[in-house]
């Protein structure tokens, strides 16, 4: 698979867990502050589990 779209479907599934996970525990995300931290945490965790893939499939 392409490393690029195999990166985007990873933030694809990565941003729809977050946003579903982020409107049950907030109810919604308008505040600055809550937006911050979502923002944070997805870009954070979508460069973290494409870093942790190319690690584990053997990719430097």
């Known amino acids: 698979m392409n490393i690029h779209l195999r990166n985007f479907l990873i933030c694809a599934l990565i941003f729809i867990t977050m946003k579903i996970l ?3 525990g907030y109810g919604e995300i308008s505040t600055f502050p809550q937006w911050l931290v979502y923002s ?3 870009i954070g965790t979508c460069i ?3 870093l942790d893939t190319d690690i ?3 990719r430097n």
């Open 56 to 58: 584990f499939s053997g």
């Open 40 to 42: 944070v945490s997805y």
């Open 22 to 24: 982020f409107e049950w």
């Open 48 to 50: 973290g589990a494409c």
